[in-house]
């Protein structure tokens, strides 16, 4: 069984076919500056080289149909014709209130992608264009969506509700939705598996730490709280985006610098974060320890600020599940970062949580980090979005 993972931006379409017998990946690419002028699309078939096609994609049904070319090549291809394909899976932002789950695209379910386009501008109107142009480029196939905001969807009203007016949330659905569901969801998962825990009882702390980075709290795989909120904005300090502040800045910051609050909120999601605090080094956490080790003060600062968020998460989710069996480290930073992750983990002390250093000194790899005798156990875990949509899209369509 193959199924074809799709990831749309607004101007891009990434894609991994992926043979379900063994996980592995088939083929994978990406294509890139749909709609703009220089569009390009850079395939990988498995164990041969990397082809790069340049050729007009005005639409993401252009651009399906060149991945559709692509995997049937005959020197770069991997598939005879498009019927080995089983169905294919979508990332998709936003299900609102309505979704949690994963489900097959029916004409319900592009009507909540719709409605759901004002919680996620950038994203939904891109996911539906994928989903569309799949049913156009394979009629007949089953497309399925799996939402990045499906496993907050678990969270009790304790932890999603804001305290604001109540008719807010009735009226527009402003809550907590939390997002990289997908990620949480397979981290957790696997950490369940690999850790040998309950996967029933075991709680479970998963720090998503890359550009975009948040944590999540699960108890037997379901979430009770995560840090992203109503956009992606809230939570932890990230490469651009400030995570918590008070809302009051914002207004402040309007006042002062005669801007609106559309303006603000592109500063707070786009030059904050550990490139707003080092006064502007980088987003990307590599420059950032490099500017620290030069003697760069700010960004030591925006460095220990962004740990410090991170271990506050980790005791504020121990307490909302009165403990703790597992801590999870993943993506970007989480994967390849062994001083940040032994950073955060020295503030957990109080815990039980003992890091092994030579277990840490590890890259993307799935492995116990902390030491045996540590009470609560550390793992990377090394995530897998596509895996994770390809697994719900076989599960659904077999
Ligand atoms: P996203 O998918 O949100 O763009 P990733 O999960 O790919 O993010 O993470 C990217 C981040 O991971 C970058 O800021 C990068 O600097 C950081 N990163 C990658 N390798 C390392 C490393 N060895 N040390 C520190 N940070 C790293």
Redesign the pocket.
């Given at each position: 069984m193959k199924i074809l993972v799709i990831n749309c931006g607004s101007s891009s379409l990434k894609y991994q076919l992926i043979s379900m017998e063994d996980e592995s990946v088939i083929a994978k690419g990406l294509c890139e500056r749909i709609g703009i002028d220089g569009s390009k699309l850079t395939h990988q078939p498995a164990g041969k080289d990397k082809v790069e096609i340049e050729k007009d994609m005005p639409t993401h049904q252009t651009a399906i149909e060149l991945v559709m070319e692509a995997l049937k090549h005959p020197d770069h291809g991997v598939i005879q014709n498009t019927d080995e394909i089983s169905a294919i899976g979508h990332r998709v932002l936003h299900g609102g209130t309505t979704y949690s789950e994963s489900v097959v695209v029916n004409d319900d379910v592009k009507r909540v992608i719709r409605e759901c386009f004002d919680l996620g501008p950038l994203h939904n109107p891109a996911n539906l264009m994928g989903i569309e142009a799949c049913e156009a480029a394979m009629p007949g196939k089953a497309n399925v969506a799996v939402w990045d905001t499906g496993f907050g969807m678990a969270m009790p009203e304790k932890a999603y509700m804001y305290a604001i007016p109540h008719e807010y949330y009735e009226k527009y659905g402003v809550r907590r939705y939390g997002f990289h569901g997908t990620s949480h969801m397979f981290v957790s998962g696997e950490a369940i598996k690999f850790g040998g825990l309950d996967p029933e009882k075991a709680k479970v702390i998963v720090c998503h730490l890359?550009?975009?980075a948040s944590v999540s709290a699960s108890i037997g795989g379901k979430c009770v709280d995560t840090s992203m909120g109503l956009t992606p904005l809230e939570g932890l300090i990230m490469?651009t985006r400030s995570g918590d502040v008070d809302p009051a800045v914002v207004q402040y910051i309007c006042n002062k610098e005669g801007k609106d609050v559309n303006e603000v909120l592109n500063i707070l999601n786009k030059k904050s974060g550990v490139l707003g605090m080092s006064g502007g080094v980088s987003?990307?956490?590599?420059d950032i320890?490099a500017a620290k080790s030069q003697g760069n003060h700010l960004a030591e600062v925006a460095l220990e600020a962004f740990i410090y968020r991170v271990a506050k998460y980790i005791g504020a989710y121990t307490a909302a599940m009165n403990g703790v069996d597992a801590i999870a480290f993943t993506?970007?930073?989480g994967e390849?970062?062994k001083a940040?992750r032994k950073a955060i983990c020295e503030y957990l002390g109080y815990l039980g949580v003992k890091i092994d250093d030579a277990a840490n000194d590890v890259r993307g790899k799935m492995t116990v980090i902390s030491a045996p005798d540590s009470r609560v156990k550390v793992m990377l875990i090394p995530t897998n979005e596509e895996l994770a949509i390809a697994r719900e899209t076989k599960r659904l369509t077999e």
């Amino acid at each position: 069984m193959k199924i074809l993972v799709i990831n749309c931006g607004s101007s891009s379409l990434k894609y991994q076919l992926i043979s379900m017998e063994d996980e592995s990946v088939i083929a994978k690419g990406l294509c890139e500056r749909i709609g703009i002028d220089g569009s390009k699309l850079t395939h990988q078939p498995a164990g041969k080289d990397k082809v790069e096609i340049e050729k007009d994609m005005p639409t993401h049904q252009t651009a399906i149909e060149l991945v559709m070319e692509a995997l049937k090549h005959p020197d770069h291809g991997v598939i005879q014709n498009t019927d080995e394909i089983s169905a294919i899976g979508h990332r998709v932002l936003h299900g609102g209130t309505t979704y949690s789950e994963s489900v097959v695209v029916n004409d319900d379910v592009k009507r909540v992608i719709r409605e759901c386009f004002d919680l996620g501008p950038l994203h939904n109107p891109a996911n539906l264009m994928g989903i569309e142009a799949c049913e156009a480029a394979m009629p007949g196939k089953a497309n399925v969506a799996v939402w990045d905001t499906g496993f907050g969807m678990a969270m009790p009203e304790k932890a999603y509700m804001y305290a604001i007016p109540h008719e807010y949330y009735e009226k527009y659905g402003v809550r907590r939705y939390g997002f990289h569901g997908t990620s949480h969801m397979f981290v957790s998962g696997e950490a369940i598996k690999f850790g040998g825990l309950d996967p029933e009882k075991a709680k479970v702390i998963v720090c998503h730490l890359g550009n975009g980075a948040s944590v999540s709290a699960s108890i037997g795989g379901k979430c009770v709280d995560t840090s992203m909120g109503l956009t992606p904005l809230e939570g932890l300090i990230m490469g651009t985006r400030s995570g918590d502040v008070d809302p009051a800045v914002v207004q402040y910051i309007c006042n002062k610098e005669g801007k609106d609050v559309n303006e603000v909120l592109n500063i707070l999601n786009k030059k904050s974060g550990v490139l707003g605090m080092s006064g502007g080094v980088s987003s990307d956490f590599r420059d950032i320890e490099a500017a620290k080790s030069q003697g760069n003060h700010l960004a030591e600062v925006a460095l220990e600020a962004f740990i410090y968020r991170v271990a506050k998460y980790i005791g504020a989710y121990t307490a909302a599940m009165n403990g703790v069996d597992a801590i999870a480290f993943t993506a970007g930073v989480g994967e390849n970062d062994k001083a940040s992750r032994k950073a955060i983990c020295e503030y957990l002390g109080y815990l039980g949580v003992k890091i092994d250093d030579a277990a840490n000194d590890v890259r993307g790899k799935m492995t116990v980090i902390s030491a045996p005798d540590s009470r609560v156990k550390v793992m990377l875990i090394p995530t897998n979005e596509e895996l994770a949509i390809a697994r719900e899209t076989k599960r659904l369509t077999e």
